[in-house]
Nanobody
Framework: DVQLVESGGGSVEVGGSLSLSCVVVSGYPDMCMGWFRQAPGKGREGVAVEGNPTPKYADSVKDRFTIAKDKTKNTLSLQMSNLKPDDTATYYC????????????????????WGQGTQVTVS
């Protein structure tokens, strides 16, 4: 079974930076992966995904977040900068065998495997 473990969350001031990491404890490097988040009282939204063929970002995080995958280390990272209070949420790493393109790549229902989540608080 595929296991994903996130780390790197925490509290940061407005305008600060954080880096999240997702280790694929068991899984396959060819899976397509992404980062999603869920704020209290809101649905889960796609933040940044590997996409097909290029990364896809939510409009709200473009030019601030960068997703990267290291197949040799089986890790997926999310570098976040210029953080805003609206970025406060639980962030999840997700994986799928189907590599979507366009807007579909950011839909959470296309991903079968999920990590436990890591909290990011911006204030």
């Amino acid at each position: 079974d595929v296991q994903l473990v996130e780390s790197g969350g925490g509290s940061v001031e407005v305008g600060g930076s954080l880096s999240l990491s997702c280790v694929v404890v068991s899984g396959y490097p060819d899976m397509c992966m992404g980062w999603f988040r869920q704020a209290p009282g809101k649905g889960r939204e796609g933040v940044a995904v590997e996409g097909n063929p290029t990364p896809k970002y939510a409009d709200s995080v473009k030019d601030r977040f960068t997703i990267a995958k290291d197949k040799t280390k089986n890790t997926l990272s999310l570098q976040m900068s210029n953080l805003k209070p609206d970025d406060t949420a639980t962030y999840y790493c997700a994986a799928t065998w189907a590599c979507y393109s366009g807007a579909q790549a950011l839909r959470s229902d296309g991903y079968s495997y999920w990590g436990q989540g890591t909290q990011v608080t911006v204030s």
